[in-house]
């Protein structure tokens, strides 16, 4: 099973059970921000998502990036994966939007307890919670204490669950495959792309591959 493992880098704690579970899987780590073309993604059966859960506002960053993949995931198998404390109850109504949108081959989701650190908080983020003790009277202040122990735990659940489900036919496979001259950047399909995303030369500089 050729798995990719992304992450957002909003939280540190996100990033390092992403690590996790790529080096379980023996998979490419990426942040989520990082713009890996959308063809590069087909060369992968499953795709895991590593967010800290922390509200809507990380929820909305991941649907952000599942409708930039434009259907490409429609074949895919999907796991997200949230990190937090706050958000458990709320998380399988995300997990189910997240599935809708994507509508992958199977999707699967987990959810791990993890950690808050004041001082990584955005302003926004800060602001809310300022709001909230303003309102409870609570102070806001570090708590809970993020576990490599559940974080392989995880990764091993994944690693079982991707042995279970099937290697999905690429109905790319059998396309042509052009390289850029320039940067080596790999596209498939009938033609080369108008232009290159990544180093932005125009298609005439790619070749054919045999």
Excluded at 24 to 33: I, K
Excluded at 200 to 210: A, I, L, N, T, Y
């Amino acid at each position: 099973m050729r798995s990719i493992v992304t992450y957002d880098t909003q939280h540190g704690s996100a990033k390092r059970l992403a690590t996790i579970i790529a080096e379980r899987l023996g998979a490419l780590c990426v942040n989520v921000d990082t713009p890996f073309q959308v063809e590069d993604e087909t060369k992968y059966d499953a795709l895991i998502m590593v967010f800290g859960f922390r509200g809507p506002y990380t929820a909305q960053l991941t649907k952000l990036f599942l409708s930039k993949m434009e259907g490409k995931l429609n074949n895919k198998h999907l796991i997200v994966v949230g990190e937090g404390l706050f958000s458990e109850k709320e998380f399988p109504s995300v997990a189910k939007d997240i599935e809708n949108m994507a509508k992958p081959a199977s999707f699967n989701s987990f959810f791990m307890k993890g950690q808050l650190r004041v001082a990584t908080l955005t302003p926004e983020e800060q602001a809310l919670f300022g709001k909230f003790s303003e309102l409870t009277g609570m102070k806001i202040e570090d708590m809970g204490e993020f576990s490599d122990e559940d974080a392989e735990g995880i990764a091993e659940n994944i690693e079982r669950l991707l042995e279970t489900l099937p290697v999905i036919e690429d109905e790319r496979a059998n396309l042509p495959r052009w390289i850029c001259t320039v940067c080596g950047y790999v596209h498939t399909g009938e033609e080369p792309p108008a232009e290159c995303p990544t180093c932005h030369q125009p298609g005439s500089v790619f070749k054919r591959m045999e």
